[in-house]
């Protein structure tokens, strides 16, 4: 339901933190010590020359008006570097989980160009974020070797006597060398700091992009009891990309068996995700035990699986105790969906789940996301297509499991199976012709 | 240094060069700036003093001009060597990563695991990132020598003991850096798994790994290390002109000539050092991104362009529609995907033009065979993009023909960005543009996996009857996995999935 890549959210996580790093390490010390080293510098030429001392104060204030205009540039170049590095980062990552299907058509080679392609897009963008810190490290570097050179010049025609006006002090060459020794040292700071300028500016574009990632994050649901009954009346749903679902209205009162019918694509999966604060509701009201109704707020009380069940790297029985079960319950309820046999093969609660899902087919994996939410012992069940990926017999035992269960709790289950709706004490009907 | 960087680097050999050139000259203008001030500086007070006709001799335009050409060369030369060496940089790692990328593609087609995704975008974005650094420093290291050996020639005005000191105290500094970052704690390995762990997030177990400060102490170390070496080679330089200014022959004006030189010099040539602690850092990461490396595949044999199939004891000839059949869990899906070249873990006998598949891998069985596999992944991009996977060339037309077949051409645009792996659709939509993907790839046999799963009755029938009509139409293979009775009728020939050792016996 989101816009954003896995990858681009991963290298937020993991990049932007970094990426403050030189801003904070380097560029923050720099600044302060910047500030305070060519008045030092200043301050010790001054007894030697009045004048050298003048002159490297004078090439100051340029040099700090053609910063704040460089300056001003770059935040939005920098900015849209780190979209461009964020993208590509997310692109890599979807192409690498997508590789065998990638593979499967024979595709690599275009897939490896159009990488090409964004990789050269992102290098394009940095280097537009280094035009402007090189741009004012050349700023400084003129201005710093115009003050050596006005030194040098300046203490040569007064050594020589040669000034075009009345010599304002009287210098010999011990102090002059000293004042032309000091010069390139009052820039110093400054060229240091200019040299850790892009890390200012990709520093600054990760705290923003980090600030924002921040500021969009739900607010948290004071928690409610769980719902008894759980009405929705005229309840609109609004894609982030603007496809409305709606209205619907349900009446749902546990424990029980629900069910949300529905051709495919009609929106079954979004009225559960709406439910748990993933879509947002636009209109009508969702009322629990009569009171008002925050999506997300009972999330503490629900067992979800979804189309996609989400296994974790680990054993299974790390993967199914994301409740508070015991191995009895695991054995016995995976037992009565089935999964028996598939278990005495792999080596029980202790098979191994690796990245890749372990080669589970897809109704094996349904039927570990489903035993997950029933462990969890949860009062309320959010199920999506529960039946679906299995043959006729073990969608039969699901059916009958479920029955059970919602003697209970308060199943939801989104579904076409019409003998899984036929078993429901209520029909939540989602409209093609609506949904449009 | 870098092996990895040769061949990316090769094409952007223009910008390398002019970039070099740059930081020759602005290391020379930087020395002679100082040099010529001072050397003009002295010369000026010596003139002051011997009185006014030797003020009149005293050409001070000349040296006046060259410092202000000095002063503009050096700004201009910096700003050329950071620009062109950055660009040379970045552009040559943006094509490594295309390149790398090419390299897990082909190590995954020889059954090599290309390895977590998290781990492997870490390698493609910290890893290369450290390569810059190798990049950039071949620039550098040009302007390092020049100044290095520029101050080294102007010292030598002041006479051979002078030279001697400059000579022995540059290498010293290199040594003292290379030195102090080899005694750098090999913390460093450690540093590096956490996109591993977000991209799995969730476990509060693995939340607390990524807080561990392992990789926190490995990067103070460095910048500890990074904040000594410069330090050092800022003392020893200090101390080197102190030794010259000692040991220096030869008039006023040259020693201000050879001590501000050899100051600019010392300068630019301790910026060598800027890289050496990051040196070890960069040699793990290229060592890590040299072992993704792929051996050749060895060239498949060659299949007919349209083989038989034989299944667990049975043979079919070319067009045939097989069901695969059997209760859920017994092995469907490993058989279908076996038959695919994606996995090897079906134990029934299996041969695709007689040969087994499992030794003809994922490489020699693409070209038979179009898969649409139960999670029906799609990749990040428009409904397009997806449709394009299949193979080149497609245009408009076939994709919504295509889609129209699949019973998807209402799904959404073609243009429709539909998110990272299709977070767009429902799963019945993706199984369905996944379905289309497949029937666009041209190959002799359609491998199906539930292609109706999610689908209600009408939509079932529908697409029944069109898949029915194209397999009539193109004269292609099927081989299918199904519980639906209604998507059961377009085989004419059924498998039993399970296993029977006695059946494979017979072979």
């Known amino acids: ?436 | 240094m870098s092996g990895l960087l040769d061949a990316p680097l090769a094409g952007q050999k223009r910008a390398l060069r002019w970039g070099m050139v740059c930081a020759g000259g602005a290391a020379l203008a930087a020395i002679g700036l100082l040099g010529v001030a001072g050397c003009f500086l002295v010369g000026a007070g010596v003139a002051g003093l011997a009185g006014p006709l030797a003020v009149a001799g005293f050409n001070y335009l000349l040296p006046s001009a060259a410092i202000r050409a000095a002063a503009i060369t050096r700004t201009a030369g910096r700003y050329g060597e950071r620009m062109l060496g950055h660009r040379a940089a970045l552009f040559a790692l943006a094509e490594l990563r295309a390149q790398l990328f090419a390299r897990v593609a082909q190590g995954a087609l020889n059954g090599r695991d290309p390895g977590r995704s998290g781990a492997m975008a870490a390698r493609f974005g910290r890893d290369v990132d450290l390569l810059e650094d190798a990049a950039i420093r071949r620039v550098a290291r040009v302007g390092g020598w020049t100044g290095g050996l520029a101050g080294l020639a102007m010292v030598g005005l002041l006479g051979w003991g002078a030279a001697m000191v400059m000579a022995l105290g540059m290498a010293a500094m290199r040594l003292v850096s290379h030195w102090l970052a080899a005694r750098l704690p090999a913390l460093q390995a450690q540093a590096g798994p956490a996109a591993d762990i977000a991209v799995y997030d969730l476990a509060p177990q693995l939340a607390a790994a990524l807080e561990s400060s392992d990789m926190a102490r490995a990067e103070h170390a460095l910048a500890r290390a990074e904040a000594v070496i410069t330090a050092s080679q800022t003392i020893l330089a200090s101390v080197i002109v102190a030794l010259i200014a000692w040991s220096a022959q030869g008039g006023a004006p040259m020693l201000a000539l050879g001590l501000l030189a050899a100051m600019a010099a010392l300068e630019i040539w301790a910026g060598l050092a800027a890289h050496d602690a990051r040196a070890p850092q960069v040699r793990q990461a290229e060592a890590r991104l040299q072992a993704m490396e792929s051996a050749q595949t060895p060239h498949p044999p060659a299949l007919t362009s349209n083989p038989a199939l034989h299944i667990a004891g049975r043979d079919f000839a070319p067009g045939a529609r097989i069901l695969l059949s059997g209760p859920s869990g017994i092995g469907k899906t490993r058989l279908l995907e076996t038959l695919a070249g994606l996995r090897e873990d079906a134990p029934q006998v299996l041969r695709v033009d007689g040969i087994d598949p499992r030794t003809l891998g994922l490489a020699g069985l693409r070209g038979t065979f179009a898969v649409m596999t139960q999670d029906a992944p799609l990749i990040a991009g428009s409904l397009a993009d997806n449709l394009a996977l299949a193979r080149p060339g497609i245009d408009r037309a076939a994709m919504e023909r295509a889609l129209w077949v699949a019973c998807a051409q209402d799904i959404v645009p073609l243009d429709q960005w539909l998110g990272g792996d299709g977070a767009r659709l429902s799963g019945g939509q993706r199984r369905r543009v996944a379905l289309a993907r497949a029937l666009l790839a041209g190959r002799p046999w359609l491998l199906l996996d539930e292609p109706s799963e999610g689908l209600d009755r009408e939509t079932e029938a529908l697409l029944c009857q069109r898949l029915k009509q194209w397999l009539d139409q193109t004269g292609t293979g099927l081989v299918l996995v199904s519980h639906r009775p209604a998507m059961a009728q377009l085989a004419a020939e059924t498998v039993n999935s399970a296993f029977r050792p006695d059946a494979a016996n017979r072979q």
């Not at chain 1, 059916?399 to 989104?414: C, D, F, G, T, W």
């Open chain 1, 1 to 436: 339901m989101r816009g954003r890549l896995v990858g681009e959210d991963m290298h937020l996580a993991i990049e932007a933190p970094v990426a403050t790093r030189g801003y904070v390490a380097r560029y923050l010390p720099l600044r302060l010590a910047s500030g305070v080293s060519p008045l030092l510098v200043m301050l010790a030429a001054w007894p030697a020359s009045h004048v050298a001392a003048a002159i490297m104060l004078a090439t100051l204030a340029p040099f700090i008006l053609g910063m704040v205009l460089a300056g001003t540039a770059a935040a939005r170049r920098a900015q849209a570097q780190h979209q461009a590095l964020a993208r590509l980062s997310g692109l890599f990552i979807d192409r690498l989980r997508a590789l065998p299907t990638i593979l499967a058509f024979g595709a690599e080679e275009r897939m490896t160009r159009h990488l090409g392609i964004s990789a050269r897009d992102a290098a394009q963008r940095t280097l537009s974020v280094l035009a402007v810190a090189f741009a004012s490290g050349a700023i400084l570097e003129f201005f710093a070797a115009l003050s050596v050179a006005l030194v040098a010049v300046y203490c040569g025609f007064s050594l020589l006597g040669l000034l075009p006006f009345p010599a304002p002090e009287r210098l010999d060459l011990g102090r002059a060398f000293f004042v032309l020794a000091l010069a390139p040292e009052f820039y110093l700071g400054l060229r240091r700091l200019a040299a850790a300028y892009h890390e200012k500016q990709t520093g600054e574009a990760a705290l923003a992009a980090m600030d924002e990632a921040l500021g969009v994050l739900p607010p948290l649901l004071p928690a409610i009891a769980p719902p008894r009954q759980w009405t929705g009346c005229g309840v609109v749903l609004t894609h982030r990309e603007g496809a409305r679902i709606g209205p619907l209205d349900w009446d749902w009162r546990g424990p029980g068996l629900h069910v949300v019918t529905g051709p495919t694509g009609s929106g079954k999966s979004s009225l559960l995700l709406a439910l748990i604060g993933q879509v947002a509701v636009s209109e009508g009201q969702i009322l629990a035990d009569d009171g008002t109704f925050l999506p997300g707020s009972a999330n503490p009380f629900i067992g979800w699986a979804g189309q996609a069940v989400a296994l974790l790297p680990g054993t299974l029985r790390g993967n199914l105790a994301m409740g508070k079960a015991d191995d009895g319950a695991m054995l016995a309820i995976l037992n009565r969906m089935g999964l028996g046999a598939m278990l005495a093969a792999r080596g029980g609660l202790d098979m191994v789940i690796d990245h890749r899902g372990s080669g589970l087919s897809g109704g094996e994996r349904r039927r570990i996301g489903l035993a997950r939410a029933i462990l969890s012992g949860r009062s309320i069940l959010l199920l999506d297509e529960p039946t679906a990926d299995l043959d006729p017999a073990t969608a039969e035992t699901i059916r009958i499991l479920l029955a059970e269960i919602a003697q209970s709790r308060m199943v939801i289950a989104a579904t076409h199976d019409a003998d899984l709706i036929a078993q429901a004490a209520t029909q939540c009907p989602i409209d093609r012709e609506i949904a449009r």
